[in-house]
């Protein structure tokens, strides 16, 4: 009921603001980006990650477990200051700053700030990796490899993670903490399987979701 009085009474002063003659104006909307988090600590338990510099246009991740994401949401761009917290009922816990960043944000396009490093060494930190791509041609589609592990790894693109290992690697020797380049193919389904530089033993594989 308090939400419910509230936006009436919010509805019933535009109205009369509007009545009283042409001083309404339109909300001022900065450039915006679009931002998800993914949390990628392993050593942790859930992550709350919040930008603490302003309220409004503000992106926010509450109980985000590992290797969970959020939706894109809309946020301010320009340097942007965020914090990383141990989800907990408890405020003596969760009030702990597992990271602290200033984050720089483009204006126009889709941004994944990745949590990353280690809670118990004290390394978190967020990876900010651009999601920007152009389009691919018509029926394909893009796929890239992005390696959160600390060494070299060889990707294989596939048709389902159960496949075979191809002769040769899709995405070969893509460093720590980077991404590989785009490789198109016609859409459908997609798998993505992941070895260790010089070895054949899978290590990571993962199913994408059939493109149409």
């Known amino acids: 009921m308090r939400l419910s009085r509230f936006v009436l009474l919010t509805l019933g002063t535009v109205t009369a603001a509007a009545c009283g003659g042409s001083d309404v104006t339109t909300p001022n909307v900065p450039p915006l980006s679009s931002v998800r988090f993914i949390n990628a600590l392993s050593d942790t338990g859930a992550v709350d990650v919040r930008a603490v510099d302003q309220v409004a246009y503000s992106p926010v991740a509450n109980n985000l477990a590992y290797r969970a994401a959020t939706v894109y949401q809309n946020a301010a761009v320009g340097v942007r200051h965020f914090r990383v917290f141990p989800t907990s009922t408890n ?22 700030l990745l949590v990353t490093g280690s809670a118990r060494a004290g390394t978190v930190g967020l990876w900010v990796i651009d999601d920007g791509v152009a ?4 029926g394909q589609v893009s796929v890239r490899l992005v390696n959160t592990a600390s060494s070299l790894i060889n990707g294989y693109l ?25 490789v198109s193919r016609t859409a459908g389904v997609a798998a993505i399987t992941v070895t260790d530089v010089g070895s054949t033993l899978v290590t990571a594989s993962a199913d994408g979701p059939p493109a149409p």
């Open 158 to 182: 596939v048709n389902t993670s159960s496949d075979p290992l191809p002769g040769t690697a899709t995405y070969s020797g893509v460093l720590a903490l980077a991404p590989s380049a785009y």
């Open 91 to 112: 405020i003596n816990v969760t009030s702990g700053v597992l990271a602290d960043v200033l984050v720089t944000l483009p204006a126009n396009t889709k941004i994944t």
């Open 135 to 138: 389009a691919p041609a018509a």
